[in-house]
């Protein structure tokens, strides 16, 4: 860029171009971004996709909180399921007012 900045000759900065292999449109890239950043703004930039941001710490807790709330349930239906098994098998009818699988 400053090279291009240093022609002064008409047609110069066309030759320029030419001899690197470059289109008028990266030059006028690379001058805008100077412009917004300086310097800085021509800087190598990370390459590939984003990085996935980290879970805070009350997201972590609430997981957590979550996967032992889940374990708790699986226990819980595993005990109703059993009890309906006696139940069955001891000919002790259950209470006329059930809850619905759905609920």
Do not use: N
């Not at 000759?9 to 890239?29: C, F, K």
């Not at 349930?73 to 098994?85: D, H, N, R, S, Y």
Request: charged share 35%.
């Amino acid at each position: 860029m400053r090279e291009a900045d240093a022609c002064s000759e008409l047609g110069a900065i066309g030759a320029l171009l030419r001899r690197e292999g470059l289109y008028s449109s990266h030059l006028v890239a690379w001058r805008k971004q100077v412009r917004l950043h300086g310097t800085r703004g021509l800087s190598a930039k990370p390459r590939g996709p984003a990085s996935k941001p980290r879970p805070s710490a009350r997201e972590i807790q609430l997981e957590r909180e979550k996967r032992q709330l889940e374990k708790r349930l699986a226990k819980a239906e595993a005990v109703i399921e059993f009890q309906k098994k006696v139940h069955g098998l001891l000919g002790i009818p259950l209470k006329s007012l059930e809850l619905d699988e759905d609920d």
